[in-house]
């Protein structure tokens, strides 16, 4: 009777078998094969609509919408659905054709995955695919304002990858989300910041001023981790509109320039320095300066740039009477050790 019997009305092809009548983009043995085919699953828990849709076959996709439309609503194991690999693909196209048959699913939140709670908006704004973007918001304008698991909505993630043209278009239509922090306080200007998102974080700054001095649950500015991850430039730009908080510390009295002597990011040091000098001295709630700390992590180019202009640091001692000299022999740093005896002697 051959693989079909009788063109598969009366068979269910398996998940591989389906696939490969997609990849020859099959259409007449795909409008003649049973519609239980279309719901059957490979181990990753993509359907065939999953497949056509990743592949950008539209007709293909046509012809699963319009004989197993309810297979559109079908999750995978990251729980994403069709939708959602056509916004993050940037097809429209095929998204009017889910839109039509199974409308519901352009507001499904992923169960899963990466990114918990994602919605294909969500997806559409961190891929940059502004058109499908467009067309989400036009059928369901509410999931701009959507957030995943950890509270971040589109506006968030499109200011964390860069997206500004997305960007633009949510404040456009959402511009109270340019200030709407996650779970953890942080707002679409400090993740822009964290990530050196310049053009995004000018662009928030123009439209939300007040969200450059706007913490997040620990205490740290947009300026803090700028300088913690080591973007110059947006520290730069931060400083320039809000230069109060390069010396604002967070919840345990840390400034931006005990973060960048943590972290080694000796560029912000410097930068940090040249604009307040005095917060190279500022004690964090341990009593731990940026000085101590840098010893205390082996950051030894920043610790000799502390010691270079504030040598009285290193006489600083933490609440438990600790000097960078002590930690740096605690956590035996040998190099840190070597540069404070230089100075000591």
């Keep these: 009777m051959g693989l079909f019997d009788l063109f598969g009305k009366n068979k269910t092809l398996s998940y591989d078998e389906v696939r490969e009548l997609i990849l ?3 259409i007449q043995r ?7 085919s279309f719901s059957t699953r490979h181990r990753s828990g993509d359907t065939p609509a999953y497949f056509a849709a990743e592949k950008g076959y539209k007709e293909c996709l046509q012809i699963i919408a319009e004989r197993a439309p309810e297979t559109l609503r079908t999750q995978n194991r990251d729980g994403a659905t069709p939708a959602f690999i056509a916004a993050e693909k940037g097809l429209r196209d095929f998204l009017e054709i889910i839109a039509e048959k199974a409308p519901d699913t352009l507001k499904t939140q992923t169960e899963r995955g990466v990114i918990p709670g994602a919605t294909p908006a969500f997806v559409a704004a961190e891929k940059g695919q502004k058109e ?8 369901l304008p509410e999931t701009l304002k959507t957030p995943d698991n950890d509270g971040k909505t589109p506006a968030f993630i499109a200011a964390e990858k860069g997206q500004r043209e997305c960007l633009e278009f949510i404040f456009e239509k959402e511009p109270g989300t340019l200030k709407t922090p996650d779970n953890d306080g942080k707002t679409p200007a400090f993740v822009a910041a964290e990530k050196g998102q ?3 974080l ?3 700054f123009k439209k939300v001023p007040d969200t450059l001095k706007t913490p997040d649950n620990d205490g740290k500015t947009p300026a803090f981790v700028a300088a913690e991850k080591g973007q110059r430039e947006c520290l730069e730009f931060i400083f320039e509109r809000a230069p109060e908080t390069l010396k604002t510390p967070n919840n345990d009295g ?5 973060a960048a002597a943590e972290k080694g990011q000796k560029e912000c040091l410097e930068f940090i320095f040249g604009k307040e ?3 190279i001295r500022i004690q964090d709630s341990s ?3 940026p000085a101590f700390v840098a010893a205390e992590k082996g950051k030894k180019e920043c610790l000799e740039f502390i010691i270079e202009r504030a040598p009285d640091t290193l006489k600083i001692e933490n609440k438990k009477g600790a000097t960078p000299l002590s930690i740096a022999t605690l956590e035996n740093n040998k190099e840190c050790i070597d540069i404070i005896e230089r100075y000591i002697v």
């Design 277 to 279: 000098p005095d917060t």
């Design 287 to 289: 009593g731990a300066t």
């Design 254 to 258: 840390k400034t931006p320039a005990y």
């Design 198 to 200: 310049k053009e995004c």
């Design 24 to 26: 020859n983009k099959d």
């Design 30 to 36: 795909l409008k003649k094969i049973s519609i239980q």
């Design 202 to 204: 000018e662009f928030i």
């Design 132 to 139: 499908c973007l467009e067309f989400i918001f036009e059928k």
